[in-house]
């Protein structure tokens, strides 16, 4: 049973900056792709940023220059550096990992108040 784990959500004033861990049951690299995903209150979730293939990443627009993912392989984590965050950014964030099924983190709150 493969378990995510996210940390460090919290509240936050707008510009202010969060880091987000989410720390793996397993090797991050067993996995396909890797990412973070928010979904925010009547709103679907969404895909935030992401490992795609190796190295290569992708992000959301509304996040590009603000947001930036990183890993651990040794830590079997995976991080997302907020900064210069805005009151859109409240949501649940998400880990998210796919290998033959997909896996979620239970989610962490992040709220930015303006």
């Known amino acids: 049973q493969v378990q995510l784990v996210e940390s460090g959500g919290g509240l936050v004033q707008a510009g202010g900056s969060l880091r987000l861990s989410c720390a793996a049951s397993?090797?991050?690299?067993?996995?396909?792709?890797m990412g973070w995903y928010r979904q925010a209150p009547g709103k679907e979730r969404e895909l935030v940023a992401g490992?795609?293939?190796?190295?290569?990443?992708n992000y959301a627009d509304s996040v590009k220059g603000r947001f930036t993912i990183s890993r651990d392989s040794a830590k079997n984590t995976v991080y997302l550096q907020m900064n210069n965050l805005k009151p859109e950014d409240t949501a649940v964030y998400y880990c998210?990992?796919?290998?033959?099924?997909?896996?979620w983190g239970q989610g962490t709150q992040v709220t930015v108040s303006s």
């Open positions: 490992f795609i293939s190796g190295d290569r990443t």
């Open positions: 998210n990992a796919r290998a033959l099924y997909t896996y």
């Open positions: 397993r090797s991050i690299f067993s996995f396909n792709t």
